[in-house]
């Protein structure tokens, strides 16, 4: 009864599968609450627990929620997760399949690649063939970022409120979308430096399958080839003659910085708290497609509320990502990851796994606060880590943010564009991706 109203929405076949899912489960002794918005049935669980779920976290001038400090749902809440998403797809009247979020924007990705390697040429050879290094054919990588600013570019397209400028226009006009264009290309840009630095910072070897930079033609021309593509992006920054967005993209460079300071000055103390790792890790990834979904938004006209949407999906699609990046950095293969497998922690670097299998095995804590610089050590955290929840914890804080981006897309003002409701579910359907994805 309680679910009737919403199941009365899906076809034949999903009401099934969804049904034998929720009743093959042993009913969980909290309540379950549901609300209906949107042409989309969402099953939301409630879980009072007595720690910092809901925390806000300060980031400079900015807050933001930040979940599962301390403890998680443990119920299965990814399946839920997955559940929800699925009946919001398939409800709609546009598409009963699923969306592939690439090959809604594959042309225009083409089309930014080809750019992107003809911004990246300098007039000194070594320092070109460094600056492409990574823009080359067959190397360039996911292409997640780009994909999302042109899914939100899209996503954004309705007519804007009275009150926007009168300089722009009401409908995604090319010019907009060539602007728009240039967002992806710089934040790819500042994207592939920043692994550029990180890369000498970690001595790394391999990237993105093949040897890092550093590794093939030294640390120094690594990072002047990062300085150059930095340099570029500026350029083309500069070109969009916009302010805001200016200064929104710089203190993305500034965010960069800051986050890998945290994570080489960290103290003993530092290195074991979930806020500080969370705070770090929205600055070493989130920041960058945060603040460039938020630049979309600006670019075209959008009021302060939407723009704040995007910023909301951006952050917590860069949280959940970077939270499964570190749980694949323990589960995955070198050959999947097209780098060494637990890298991380073989650098001292502690992520969320180690910090949720701490909460269960207090000992940890002082073996993780020596630094682990003994291989003795590093082993001895892994068979905590083996014992713990940590992994299960940590996808969960994951769909917990992938499901906080997907929430901040519903939110959007209402649009009748088939186009527009496409490009949103396509970018619901990525914060599932991410979240399942294997590398």
Sequence with gaps: MLFSRGFSRLPKASFNRCS???FSHHPHPHRQEHHHRRRCFVL????????????MVGLGMMKFQVFGCREIYSWGSPFLNGVRHQIHQESSSLAEEQLDPFSLVADELSLLADRLRSMVVAEVPKLASAAEYFFKMGVEGKRFRPTVLLLMATALNMPLPRSAPAEVPVTLSTELRTRQQCIAEITEMIHVASLLHDDVLDDAEKRR????LNFV?????????????????????ASLKNTEVVSLL???VEH?????????TSTSEQRVSMEYYLQKTYYKTASLISNSCKAIALLAGQTAEVSMLAFEYGKNLGLAFQLIDDVLDFTGTSASLG????????????????LFAIEEFPQLDAIVKRGLDKPADIDLALDYLGKSHGIQKTRELAAKHANLAAEAI???PESDDEDVARSRRALIDLTQRVITRTK
């Design 20 to 22: 034998k899912w929720l």
């Design 410 to 412: 519903d939110s959007l």
């Design 209 to 212: 399958g093949i040897g890092s």
């Design 339 to 354: 780098k060494g497998s637990l890298s991380d922690i073989r650098h001292g670097i502690i992520t969320a796994p180690i």
């Design 217 to 237: 033609m030294g640390n120094k021309v690594a990072v002047l080839a990062g300085d150059f593509l930095l340099s570029r992006a500026c350029v083309a920054l």
């Design 250 to 252: 710089a203190t993305v």
């Design 256 to 264: 960069l910085v800051t986050g890998e300071t945290m994570q080489m």
């Design 44 to 55: 939301s669980p409630t879980h009072r627990v007595p720690c910092s779920i809901g925390r």
